[in-house]
C-alpha cells in the first residue's frame, strides 16, 4: 500500500468538506437530539442561490455569498420553526420530518428565482491560485477549502467557547430542563442552532461545488451523509472538534484506499466495517449520561394497537376489509396492463412497510435500510428462480434473509435509537454498492468463489414461474397473486399481534428494564424483531423481483428505504393497516392520477411533513374515525322504530278524536 503526499492532502480537502458537515450535524444534535437528514440540503440551496446572484444578477462573488450563507441562515431557522411542534414527538418521527424537509429543500432548488438560467457554467470561485505536488494538480477550488474551512470551525469553536449563546448551547446538550429553569431560552437557543447548522452546511456545499457544472440540482447522495455521520458518531455526536477532525480522517482514509484499492465495492465494504467499529466503540460515550435520552416517547405509535372491544364495531371493520379486498381483487378487470403491474407493486410493497412497522413501530429499533434485506431475497430469486418451486422459494428467501436481519441487528444490542438509524444506512448502501455490483467473489485464504450478488448488476432479466401448475407470467395473473401475498401478510402480523409477540416487543421498547423485571428476555426479543422483519423482507424481496422482471443495482437504492420509512410515517406508526395505507398513498396516488406536480407535491416532502405535524395518527387514525362513524351510522339505521303501516285504500284516513266519557261514565 502507498500513501503519496498528493493523496493525503486530497483527502484533506475532501474530509474538510465532510468536517464542516459533521459539524452541523453535531451542533444540531447535542442540542436538540435529532439526526438532521437535511443538514446537506440545506447547503445545497445556498450554492445554486450563489450561481444565481452571481450569473443571472451580475453581483460581485464576495456579495453573493453573503446572500447565499444568509438564506441557509434563514432556511435553518424556518426549518426550525416548521419542526417545533415535534419538540416532544417521539425522535423517530422528527428524524423522518427531517427527511420530508431534506425533499422540500430539494423542490427550491428549483424554483424561478433560486435555479440559473445556464446550468452549464463553472461554479465561480473568488481566487484563481493553484499548485501542483508531483503531477497532481490542486485547482482553486481546493485552496479555498484549504483556507475557509478551517477558518469557519475557528470561528464556530470560538463563538461556541466565549459567547453568550454559545454557553446557553451547551448547557442545553447537557440537560435542557435544567438550563431553562437557569434562564436559558430553549426555543432560541434550538433555532440558533439550526441557523448555525445552516451556515455550515452553506459553507459545505460552496467549498464542494468548484470543479463541478453548477447542475446542483441533484438530491445529496447518501454516501456523503454517511461519510460525515460516521464523523460526527466519532464525536459522540457531541464533540465539535473530535468530529472535525475526524471528518478529515475519514477524507484521508477513503482517497487513500480508493488511490490501492481499483475496486470501488471493497473501498465501499472497508468503510462499511469502519463505521461498524465506531459504533461499537464510541457506544459507551453515545449513551454517556444525559446525552443517551433521546425523548423517545412512543405513546402514539403504542396507541395504535388498541384493539376494538366492541363485537358489532369489530364487524363493522371485518366487512370493510373484505369489501376492500373484493375491491382490489375486481381492479385487474378494468384496469390497463400498466397500472395493474403497479397494483402488484404497491401489494409488494405493502408487504415491505408491514415488516417495517414489526420492526420500528412495534419493537421500536429505527432501521434505513430496509431494501437492503429486499435485495437479499432479490439476489435468492435470481439465483434459484429457476430451479426451485415458488412455494418452497418463498419461505426459504425469507429464512436466509432472518438470519441476514439478525446480523444486522446486532449491533442493536448495544447501539439503539438513532444510531442504529446510521448502521442500517450504511448497510443499504453497502448492498447496493458493494454486494449487489459484485456477482462473484473468492473468499480469502479458502479460494472458494461464492455468488452472492445479481448476476447481472447493470441488468438481470428473470422469468416469472407457476404457482401449483398455474402460470404466473400475465401481469393480471402476478397482481393476484400479489395481492394473495399481501392478505396472507396481513393475517401473519395480525396473529403476530393478537398472540402477545407485539406486547413483547413494545415493551421491550418503552422500557427493557421493566420488561426484563416482568421476564421479557431483552436480547432475544430484539432479535425477534429483526428475524420477523426480515423474514417478510425477504419474500417481499422474492415477488419484487419476478414482478419487475429486470432489475439492476439501481432498484435497490437506499432511497426506496427511506421510501418505506414514510410509507410507515404517514400509514401511523404502529399500525398493521397503516401500513397497507401508506402503500396506496405514496405508490398508488401517483399510478391512479399521474406524476402530476399536484401529486407529486402531496406525495412528496410537504405531504410527509403535513402529516407527521398535523395528522400524528396517520392515515390508520382517519381510517379507525371513519369506521366508528360506519359503525354509529349502521347502528342507528338497525336500531330505527318501525314506522305505522299506512291506511287501505278508499278509508276515511282523517284522524279520528278520542270518544269522551259515556254520561252514565261521567255520573
Given amino acids: 500500500m502507498s500513501i503519496p503526499s498528493f493523496v493525503v492532502l486530497e483527502g484533506v480537502v475532501v474530509g474538510l468538506n465532510y468536517g464542516l458537515l459533521a459539524l452541523g450535524l453535531v451542533l444540531v444534535y ?50 426550525e420553526l416548521l419542526l417545533r411542534r415535534l419538540f416532544n414527538r417521539p425522535r423517530v418521527l422528527v428524524m423522518v420530518a427531517t427527511i420530508g424537509l431534506s425533499q422540500v429543500l430539494f423542490v427550491f432548488t428549483a424554483l424561478p428565482f433560486i ?97 463541478q457544472t453548477s447542475v446542483l440540482t441533484q438530491p445529496l447522495s447518501p454516501d456523503l451523509l454517511l461519510f460525515a455521520l460516521t464523523a460526527a458518531l466519532v464525536g459522540a455526536m457531541v464533540n465539535l472538534t473530535v468530529a472535525f477532525v475526524a471528518g478529515i480522517g475519514v477524507g484521508i482514509v477513503y482517497e487513500v484506499l480508493s488511490w490501492n484499492i481499483s475496486s470501488t465495492a471493497s473501498v465501499q465494504t472497508i468503510m462499511f466495517a469502519i463505521l461498524l467499529v465506531v459504533l461499537l466503540v464510541r457506544v459507551a460515550a453515545l449513551a454517556r449520561g444525559s446525552r443517551g435520552d433521546e425523548r423517545s416517547n412512543w405513546l402514539q405509535g403504542a396507541a395504535s394497537l388498541r384493539r376494538i372491544t366492541d363485537p358489532f364495531r369489530a364487524r363493522v371493520g371485518a366487512g370493510g376489509a ?78 436466509v434473509t432472518a438470519v441476514v436481519a439478525v446480523l444486522v441487528g446486532l449491533p442493536a444490542l448495544r447501539v439503539r435509537g438513532l444510531y442504529l438509524a446510521v448502521s442500517t444506512l450504511a448497510f443499504a448502501l453497502w448492498m447496493q454498492e458493494s454486494v449487489l455490483a459484485t456477482s462473484c467473489w473468492t473468499v480469502p485464504l479458502v479460494g472458494k468463489r461464492l455468488c452472492t450478488g445479481l448476476p447481472d448488476p447493470a441488468s438481470t432479466l428473470i422469468s416469472r414461474p407457476d ?141 410527509l411533513l403535513a402529516f407527521i405535524l398535523y395528522l400524528p395518527g396517520g392515515l390508520a387514525e382517519v381510517l379507525h374515525r371513519f369506521g366508528d362513524l360506519a359503525s354509529d351510522g349502521a347502528r342507528w339505521l338497525l336500531s330505527r322504530p318501525e314506522s305505522p303501516a299506512p291506511p287501505l285504500a278508499g278509508s276515511d284516513a282523517s284522524p279520528q278524536p278520542p270518544a269522551g266519557p259515556t254520561p252514565a261514565e261521567v255520573s
Fill in 30 to 79: 447535542r442540542t436538540n437530539r435529532i439526526l438532521n437528514f437535511a443538514q446537506g440540503q440545506l447547503g445545497v440551496v445556498a450554492a445554486v442561490f450563489l450561481v444565481k446572484c452571481s450569473e443571472d444578477f451580475g453581483f460581485n462573488y464576495w456579495f453573493s455569498l453573503v446572500l447565499a450563507v444568509l438564506l441557509a441562515a434563514a432556511m435553518g431557522g424556518l426549518s
Fill in 115 to 211: 435555479l440559473p438560467k445556464n446550468l452549464s457554467r463553472p461554479f465561480p470561485v473568488p481566487v484563481h491560485l493553484s499548485f501542483t505536488i508531483g503531477s497532481f494538480v490542486f485547482p482553486p477550488g481546493a485552496v479555498l477549502t484549504l483556507i475557509v474551512a478551517p477558518v469557519v470551525a475557528l470561528a464556530l469553536a470560538a463563538f461556541i467557547k466565549f459567547s453568550p449563546w454559545g454557553l446557553a448551547m451547551r448547557a442545553m446538550s447537557e440537560n435542557a430542563d435544567s438550563a431553562r429553569l437557569s434562564g436559558v431560552w430553549v426555543r432560541r437557543t434550538s433555532t440558533l442552532a439550526w441557523i448555525l447548522a445552516g451556515v455550515l452546511s452553506a459553507f459545505t456545499e460552496i467549498l464542494a461545488s468548484p470543479g
Fill in 322 to 399: 373484505v369489501f376492500a379486498v373484493v375491491v382490489a381483487a375486481l381492479l385487474p378487470f378494468v384496469l390497463s396492463v400498466g397500472n395493474t403491474y403497479l397494483l402488484s407493486q404497491i401489494c409488494i410493497f405493502g408487504v415491505i412497510a408491514l415488516s417495517l412497522t414489526v420492526l420500528t413501530g412495534w419493537a421500536g429499533q429505527v432501521s434505513l435500510g430496509q431494501f437492503g434485506l429486499v435485495a437479499v431475497g432479490a439476489v435468492i430469486a435470481s439465483r434459484l428462480g429457476g430451479s426451485v418451486p415458488l412455494v418452497l422459494l418463498l419461505p426459504l428467501a425469507g429464512a
Fill in 467 to 607: 404457482l401449483f401448475g398455474i402460470g404466473l407470467g400475465s401481469t393480471r395473473a402476478f397482481a393476484w397473486f400479489s395481492l394473495g401475498v399481501l392478505v396472507l401478510s396481513i393475517l401473519m402480523v395480525r396473529v403476530w399481534r393478537d398472540r402477545g409477540i407485539a406486547r413483547r416487543l413494545v415493551s421491550v421498547r418503552d422500557n427493557e428494564l421493566t420488561a426484563a423485571a416482568m421476564g421479557i428476555p431483552v436480547v432475544r426479543t430484539k432479535l425477534l424483531a429483526f428475524a420477523l422483519s426480515g423474514f417478510m423482507a425477504g419474500y417481499a424481496g422474492v415477488c419484487l423481483a419476478f414482478a419487475s422482471q429486470r432489475f439492476s443495482t439501481v432498484t435497490f437504492s437506499p432511497t426506496y428505504s427511506i421510501l418505506v420509512v414514510s410509507m410507515v410515517v404517514i400509514g401511523g406508526l404502529g399500525s398493521v393497516p397503516g401500513a397497507v395505507l401508506g402503500s396506496v398513498y405514496l405508490v398508488g396516488l401517483p399510478a391512479i392520477f399521474g406524476t402530476t406536480s399536484t401529486i407529486q407535491f402531496i406525495t412528496g416532502g410537504f405531504g
